[in-house]
């Protein structure tokens, strides 16, 4: 399975837009970007997906460079109820086990 | 629409007993996969069934498993309790399965062992 880099925290002020950066230098073509966020005592939250477009959704949008290798969570309008642990997963085809690394630890600030 | 739904949220067991989690997964949705959540481990997988059948395992031992029921509500059942069995167990499912299917998440039930 292709491995993901995210930085381990971020803060961000309320209102702002929060940029989360991940890379995924070795994903393969058929491999899936996922994205999801845990808050502290909840499951686990799915907020997008994509393999090569950008996409966008009502909670967030991703973009995914050309190459593939990376890609960045776009949560245009922080709240305080965005802080949480944002995960970024790589998923091959045919493979249904989600396997989530350290994460980013998002802190919106008021 | 209701999400996945797991019960019971919270669990005290001993070592050598037994444990049975319920799983009910977003109506319509036909996959459910089970993953167990440690703070050393992070999250596991540990199966997925589909159609009341299991279709892929993870790395436990057989101490651990579970079933699906003709409506896809889904049990999972772990004997012979260990202390390092002390988790948040989540439930997931999703229309078919597979990579292009966002997984939902439930709640999760949080088991500690005494």
């Known amino acids: 399975d292709a491995k993901t880099t995210q930085p381990p925290s971020m803060d961000c002020a309320e209102g702002r837009a929060a940029n989360l950066p991940c890379n995924h230098s070795?994903?393969?073509?058929?491999?899936?970007v996922y994205w999801y966020r845990q808050i502290h005592s909840q499951g686990p939250q799915y907020i997008i997906h994509g393999l090569k477009n950008n996409e966008t959704n009502e909670m967030a949008s991703l973009i995914i460079t050309e190459d593939r290798k990376s890609s960045t969570l776009i949560l245009p309008h922080a709240t305080l109820r965005d802080t949480a642990v944002y995960y970024c997963i790589v998923l091959r085809s045919n493979d249904y086990k989600l396997s989530f690394g350290a994460g980013t630890t998002v802190t919106v600030r008021a | 629409k209701a999400g996945v739904t797991q019960t019971p949220r919270y669990l005290i067991k001993t070592r050598g007993q037994q444990v049975t989690l319920s799983c009910s997964p977003i109506s319509g949705h036909r996959s459910v996969s089970w993953y167990q959540q440690t703070p050393g481990q992070g999250l596991q997988f540990l199966f997925e069934y589909f159609s009341e059948t299991q279709r892929n395992k993870g790395n436990f031992p057989g101490r651990f498993s579970g079933r699906q029921f003709s409506n896809s509500r889904s049990e999972m059942n772990v004997s012979t309790l260990e202390l390092g069995d002390s988790a948040l167990y989540l439930c997931?499912?999703?229309?078919?399965?597979?990579?292009?299917?966002?997984?939902?998440f439930g709640d999760g039930t949080r088991l500690s062992i005494l």
């Open positions: 070795t994903i393969s073509g058929n491999e899936y």
């Open positions: 997931a499912s999703s229309f078919t399965g597979g990579e292009n299917q966002p997984q939902h």
